[in-house]
């Protein structure tokens, strides 16, 4: 019953093909080479914005599709992690890196907490205690002092890198985040492909069988959560460099369901889905915001016809199609 | 990097001058909220002004030709400033209006100064837009924080209303709305009995409501907006605030709230708004072409809405007078120099910080009989000249005003 | 009149004893609405094992139909209290019907995230038609003006609210509880095929459960309207403390829900008196010391 992937995710067994066999790896190379040279096609900072929901996506999937967690307010990661990277640049005057580490460490801090509370209860329950407690922490960023309430905290400075290189500079801002990208994704697939992350799928699958393996399953729970938390924050902190503003936006509810509005367009479970379902969702986004009044109905059905017609997703459709 | 930009953009500058001999073209973005909160205070209806304008001028200005973009920010500053830089960026757009949601605006008023546009704010109320974050790209135009708190506040202090209680909203705009009503309260001899903070999104202010009549005050001051606005009021009227010889003074308040509300309930409301439909003959024949734009014949403008129209056709005389939008400095500079002039807010001027001045109007909301045809809603109980309405230049820490 | 005071440790404010009576009376009101919902969803999930976030969307559904009649019939407040828990409840079949029945086979989740989809569906359209500001919606004659009770100054409507809601409570916990349909309700939710066996239609039964659910959060939406701003968004944020509510309260049993909603309505209401700045997240800080101590919830079965 806690299932919520499609277990479409399993490598093909049998004979593999090369193409088969290092799909994942040939899919993350042109990945990574499409996001080299997409700058010089597309508008830098759109890509820049897109990589770290991608990422942020990336984090959510790690939990639902993995362990089976549905975390319905992740925005409380993110947004928190956003608006420390943009204090402490702004008002500590910390250099990029450290901002972004700052709100990054504040983010599995959160994540400790919440999570320790969140896992003691499964299923529907765990998706409710997640957003009420997102909930509460943007009450909390709404009154507190720092944040700046409805103004957010504005004109922070992007810095320079180590010191050294600056970021004003949109071809070094960039790099900086295509690598905490491709870094944050290299880091997940490892998680996934590990140990560790075998204990998780297991879990995902049959929680019981694996207590009765001996697995302490609420502590592998937790680290699952904190990791995707943590990876969460570090998103959410680089696009407050990125954009150089953190607001509420990034804390409400409606950015914990447009995550999972990303994921489930690119296929829950599938560990490329999340980055191909946020990039749609952004370019519709923009795309979209000529019909304007539409938005929020377009999203709502988008969420419907995946949840009824397409539950695997974009990506998950496609690998089905490509085992055949 | 930057420099070749400018380069390019100066060299374009150069060879368009030559070109077309004095056939400017300026682009302009009605960046607002068209599917969320603000959607009735701005949005479409903001739209549909700066059409009018753009219609108007066009009549008078044959040689400047002037092209609309509109966009949806969602009322996120993310979106906000990404529609931004990319219309400043990619669809070269020259100057963005409107804006509600100061999160939005300031984010927005930032990449303007960076680029170098006009960013003239109709929408957002934070007075941080002409105080310590004001820049010389950016004007603001129809109203702010500091005047709905110091207009209101004083006015209804001269009128009698001397003795408060707060119900603020307990987040930065509330708190920022509360402090300066108190300040014009005591200024002029009032006394604050008392304040409670509530919490955004407040369904029930019946809690709330009790402590307010409690302490007795004339006046019960709502310093929050929209929805709790709304709220405090309907259980106002249930719990008979009116009958213990309370009166609530709404520190931001639309025509929609109103609307929202029904007169039977809002009656009595004191508010200030700086534009209003019904005030003169020019307003209401402007109100006609503006609904007939909308294609909404039930709908009224809001001062917003009527606030986009008036700043965009000052934005296209100075361009007109410049023949050139390119440089967004040399643009608002010659904002400030003109004098404005426009069929809605009179005439008036934009000071060194980039505060528009204009007088504004201390309303009451009509009871239901007293109202004669749809959308009668206030009595105009007092004007507040332009040079009382808006924080003193000296009082605002804007960096461009040299103390 | 005497004063009660908090302890010293807790700031040490103090009301007049009266003020209490009064802020605890006003809790129940609030506590209304919050019993009302939570009884709902606790309803649509013991039977479909669904947690209808559209919830929210259906209570504002409610209020919007409500002042529709009211505009363009002018049909009044009482009528509407019948009727338009009857039109939204209707819809609620239908998206049960068209929807819903599709998701019983699958991950519970996915029920979630269907009726967050039409949550958005329906805010988005009801936003386009009529604006995002709000709607007049007047109170009826009948219930205008109020009681003295010394203490306080109590609004008829308010006392209704709590009457009213209370009705509507204990007569649902006892067709559930007490009686024969009841009975094969529960039976339906423990064990559909037995129950299929003894010949008795469990999917109507499911799609009626749904519609009547749907029916109780749009009949909230109607009390809401004559004093509180309907609006589309009135729903959306009322649903996650509600969602609070459930997490408390378990949804094992209905009682349990009633209770909880009351129970938790006075607890804002008094923190709205004793910390008005922390009245609203009270109740998600009760749900964490909750689950800290009783993880399945004040009135739960451990699942």
Redesign the interface.
Known sequence: ????APPSTRTATGKPSFLRANAEAIAFVVMAAGLIVAPFFT?P??LM?AMCFALFACAFNLL?GYV?L?S?GHALYFGWASYLAAHSAKVWGLTPELAILTGTATAAILGLVAGS??I??????F???T???A??MF??A??A?FT?????I??VPRGYLFGLIDLK???AMYIVVLVIFLGGFLLIYRIIHSPFGEVLKAIRENEPRAISLGYKTDRYKLIAFVLSATIAGAAGAT?AIV???A????VN?PMS?EV?LMS?VGGLGTIFGPVVGSFVILLM??KL??V??????I??????S???LF?RGIVGEIAARFKG | MKKTLGLAALTAMLLGGTAHAQQVTVKVGVLSDMSSLYSDIGGAGSVAAAKLAIADFAKANPNVKVELVSGDHQNKPDVGSQLANQWYDVDKVDMIIDTPNSGVALAVSQITTTKNKVFVVSGAAASDLTGPKCNANTVHWTYDTWMLANGTGKAIVKTGGDSWFFLTADYAFGHALERDTMAAVEKNGGKVLGKVRHPLNTNDFSSFLLQAQASKAKIVGLANAGGDTINAIKAGAEFGLSKGGQKFAGLLVFASDVNALGLATAQGLTLTETWYWDLNDANRAWTKRWQAERNAAGKFPTMVQAGVYSGLTHYLKSVAALKSGADGKAVVEEMKKLPTDDVLFGKGTIRADGRKVHPAYLLEVKAPAESKHPGDFYHVRATIPADEAFRPLAEGNCPLVKG | MFEICLPVLLGGKCIPSGALFGQLLIGLINGSFYALLSLGLAVIFGMLNIINFSHGAQYMLGAFVAYLMLQYSGLGYWPALIIAPLVVGLTGVIIERVFLQWLYKLDHLYGLLLTFGLALIIEGVVRNKFGSAGLPYTMPDSLRGGQNLGFMFLPNYRAWVIVASLGVCIGTWFVIERTRLGAYLRAATENPTLVRAFGINVPVMITLTYGFGVALAAFAGVMAAPIYNVSPQMGSELIIVVFAVVVIGGMGSILGAIVTGFGLGVVEGLTKVFFPEASNTVIFVIMAIVLLVRPAGLFGRRA
């Open positions: 019953m806690e299932r919520a508008y900072l759109f914005q639902i089976g549905l319905f509370l969140a003691r209860r499964q299923g529907i329950y998706a409710m205690i957003l009420a407690l909930q509460m009450f909390f709404l009154q002092k700046g309430g409805e103004d957010g504005q004109a500079n949109e071809a696009k954009l150089q503003l607001s509420l936006t990034d509810w369901g999972v489930l986004q923009y915001s000529v304007g009044e539409w938005v929020l109905v999203q709502g059905i988008i969420f419907v995946c949840v009824l539950r």
